[in-house]
């Protein structure tokens, strides 16, 4: 029974994140966003996260997997770029600097974000 439960908040949170997708490519065809879809999907999901204060259960455990395992997933990507190579060596500088300009801007982000954690949790008792 714990293994449906935990299959079910697992699923639930999946279909959360593809509803998410699905919208923000929604949003992208309907208003000309000028970001991709998936990414404008995200941005909602992270703003209602705020507005929650907290990570869903269902989402927790369907985004856990998919956050190990999340360098597999830059495997298509790198293949594109090997075969793209006469576009790469022509803006290869631009996409050097935009690679490592969000990398730092991700860093950045991260180290405030950690910084304004909570460093004790008050336990009654």
Not at 30 to 36: C, E, K, L, T
Not at 40 to 52: D, Q, S
């Amino acid at each position: 029974m714990k293994h449906i439960v935990q299959v079910c908040l697992i699923a639930l949170g999946l279909i959360t994140l593809w509803l998410a997708k699905t919208f923000g490519n929604y949003m992208v065809a309907q208003y000309a966003v000028p970001i991709p879809g998936p990414v404008l999907g995200m941005l909602i999901i992270l703003t209602l996260l705020l507005m929650l204060g907290d990570i869903p259960r269902p989402l927790s455990e369907a985004s856990a997997p998919l956050l190990q395992h999340m360098n597999l997933l830059f495997i298509p990507a790198a293949v594109g770029l090997m075969g793209l190579g006469s576009i790469l060596s022509e803006h290869g500088v631009g996409i050097i600097a935009a690679m490592l300009v969000s990398t730092l801007v991700g860093f950045w982000v991260c180290v405030q974000m950690y910084l304004k954690r909570p460093t004790k949790i008050e336990t009654k008792g």
